[in-house]
């Protein structure tokens, strides 16, 4: 089994800052990509972050200065640091790891089950 565990959301006001944190573990062959969606209320998910294996990152236009996504592939973990928080960065923020469990010969997409940040004065 695989196990996708986010941390580190919260309450912030506008123009705060909050570090996401994310670790994968289990039974895990490789990891791929791993990054950061988003959902508000009422929208689609999207994109915010992604980091490869390599370290070569990939932000959604309205994130890029002010956050930044970075990874420990030793511990499994990927990273992101949310700085100038606006009201309309308020969401559900998920994890997205794509990687290939031992055993098996394809990768595959895991999310976390999310974690709530709210930018609200």
């Known amino acids: 089994q695989v196990q996708v565990v986010e941390s580190g959301g919260g309450l912030v006001q506008p123009g705060g800052s909050l570090r996401l944190s994310c670790t994968v573990s289990?039974?895990?062959?490789?990891?791929?990509?791993m990054g950061w969606y988003r959902q508000a209320p009422g929208k689609q998910r999207e994109l915010v972050a992604a980091i490869t294996s390599g370290g070569t990152t990939n932000y959604a236009d309205s994130m890029k200065g002010r956050f930044t996504i970075s990874r420990d592939n030793a511990k499994n973990t990927v990273y992101l640091q949310m700085n100038s928080l606006k009201r309309e960065d308020t969401a559900v923020y998920y994890c997205n790891a794509q990687l290939r469990p031992r055993y098996y010969t394809w990768v595959d997409d895991y999310w976390g089950q999310g974690t709530q940040v709210t930018v609200s004065s």
């Open positions: 289990g039974s895990i062959f490789s990891i791929n990509a």
